[in-house]
Structure formats: C-alpha cells, structure tokens
C-alpha cells in the first residue's frame, strides 16, 4: 500500500523514530496510526531514537588479520558506558561488524554493508532499542600488501578494546614475508605503535598545515622565554632544533623502541630507532623490509563528551519538582 508524507510526519513527530522506520512500519500496519506507534515501542525504535543525540565514547577497538596475512581491517564501535560495551550482544555486534568489513572494498561506507540482511546502520539502531544505549559504528580501516609485492600485516589490540593498531611490512621475498624473524619485528612495532602513537610513518608525510601549527606553538613558547623573547633572531636555529626533537618523538621511524629487548644474559640492551630496527631485520633476512603503512586507533579520541549534569536536579525535574 501506498503510504503518505503526512502519515509518516505524524508518527515520526509521535514516536521520534526514523523516517524509514516510521514508513515501513506504516507499511506494515495497512496504515492503522495506533498499530504503528505500538509496533514502533514493541521493536525499540522510539527508544532508540531518543538515545540517537547521545554522545557514545566507551565501547571496543577490534582488528584481525586476514587469511594469507595479506591485509589487516580495524574497527572502532562506541556505546555509551564500558558495562554496556562488555555485554555480549555489543561484542557479538563488533565480531559481525568486523567480519563484513573484512569482505567489504577498500573505502566502502561501513554503516551501509549489508549484515543479517540489514544494513550495519538498522542493526545497530535496533541494537540501541534493545540495550538502551546509543550504538555506534564510528569508522574503519586496512592497510594491505599491494598486489605483485611480498609482505605481512599485523593487528594488535590493547588494553581490552581500547587501542587498536594495524601494520603492513614490505619484504623483497616471499620466503622473508613468511619468516618468524618478520612477524616478531611486526608485533614488536605494533605493540610500539599503541604505546607511542605517532603522527606518521616519516617527517615527509607530515602536512605543511601541521609543521606551520607546530612552528607557531614554537614561536609562543620563545615568546614567554624570558632568555629568548627579546631576540627573535636567534629563533631561526632554535626552532630547527625543537623540530628535531618533535619529529624524534612523533615520527615512527624516527622514534627509539619502547619495547625493551635483552641479551642472552637477560641485561636490557640500548633503545634503537624503528629505522635501525627495520633495517637490521632487512640485512638478517637478507633482503629490503620496510614498514608499507600503519593505523591507529584509540578509543573515542576526538569525541567531544557532553558535560555531565546535576542529576539529582534531572530528577527533580522529571517528578516536577
């Protein structure tokens, strides 16, 4: 049956659902306004949509590998508190999720993969029906061997959810790609990469939009510098020297390895810089290796949380007090 605009205004204005809920519900109820507004509160939509402005900043990071070692896919699903993101409907959720990314082409909407014969965006609106709290699927990556090219990926989680990383290594041989002596350099750097989180592979991917912000909070620093804020000649030479410090520690290639290794006698042996690291393992394995492209995820980062309000004054006001 044909449903009208009018209908749709109506029972989207009466149960805050969306719009393509409120019109296959219309649907399914032959047009009877009551039945839809029932069907819509038995499958959880209008509760759903309430929690739709909800800020979700709890929830999990999860990568995996795919088979041949050849990619890595990162996902990164928010809910609204860490009990609801233990729950094992959220963590089936995320497993799903995963998996059809895993078979999805690179740079695919995720929130439009088909799952269960769905979009992932209906089954996580239905998800928040059922929970009672805002599901969201955020983002996604994979970092991949290009085709004709020998390598590994590798995906490493840490601290239950919270840290996601994903890494391509680039190798001259197949027999290197498939080496213990690769996958150790590649989880080492991976575990590296979680603890450090740095900007970019090297100093030349860094945008000319952040050296120039970099270079200003420079500036502001000499400025309130009680020795150098009245000789702004001198910046010249000091900047260049407190970029070299920020690129050491924020350039993966740049940066020493926090993971610690020891000698055969258990002494902990000097720190190396990921370059030197990469490039020893290249000479051992008796061919290039080099670090193809890596991301990172951490949970929530960039998501504004809302304040949080007086609750006893919320209570209150719903009791009309």
């Not at 239950?160 to 190798?171: A, C, F, N």
């Not at 027999?175 to 991976?190: N, R």
Request: proline fraction near 3%; hydrophobic fraction near 40%.
């Amino acid at each position: 049956m044909s449903v009208t605009p009018q209908a749709i205004k109506e029972l989207r204005e009466r149960t805050q659902a969306g719009m393509s809920d409120c019109k296959s519900v219309l649907v399914e109820s032959s047009g009877d306004m009551e039945k839809a507004v029932e069907i819509i509160l038995k499958k959880g939509l209008a509760k759903s949509a309430k929690r739709a402005g909800a800020v979700a900043t709890e929830g999990e990071i999860r990568a995996a590998v795919t088979e041949g070692k050849r990619a890595a896919n990162i996902v990164e699903v928010n809910i609204q508190t860490d009990f609801a993101a233990r729950s094992d409907q959220f963590r089936a959720f995320v497993k799903d999720v995963l998996a059809a990314i895993e078979v999805a082409p690179a740079g695919a909407d995720h929130l439009a993969l088909p799952l269960s014969g769905k979009t992932v965006a209906e089954i996580a609106t239905e998800l928040t029906g059922k929970i009672g709290e805002k599901v969201h699927v955020r983002r996604w990556s994979r970092v991949e061997i290009p085709a004709g090219k020998h390598g590994l990926a590798i995906a490493y989680v840490h601290l239950g959810g919270k840290i996601g990383v994903i890494l391509s290594l680039e190798t001259g041989t197949e027999e290197a790609a498939k080496s213990a002596a690769l996958a150790e350099v590649g989880e080492d750097l991976a575990m590296h990469i979680a603890a450090t989180g740095p900007v970019s592979l090297s100093r030349e991917e860094i945008s000319d939009e952040k050296k120039a912000q970099q270079k200003t909070i420079f500036e502001a620093q000499l400025a309130e510098d009680p020795k150098q804020k009245d000789h702004p000649e001198r910046w010249g030479k000091i900047i260049e020297g407190k970029f070299n410090k920020w690129f050491s520690e924020s350039v993966l290639l740049e940066q020493e390895s926090v993971v610690t290794k020891t000698n055969d006698k258990g002494e902990p042996l000097p720190a190396e810089k990921v370059s030197a690291i990469i490039e020893k393992c290249g000479k051992a394995l008796g061919t290039t290796v080099a670090i193809g492209r890596f991301v990172r995820f951490e949970r929530g980062e960039g998501i504004e949380k809302a304040p949080q309000g007086d609750f006893a004054a919320e209570v209150a006001k719903m009791a009309g007090g």
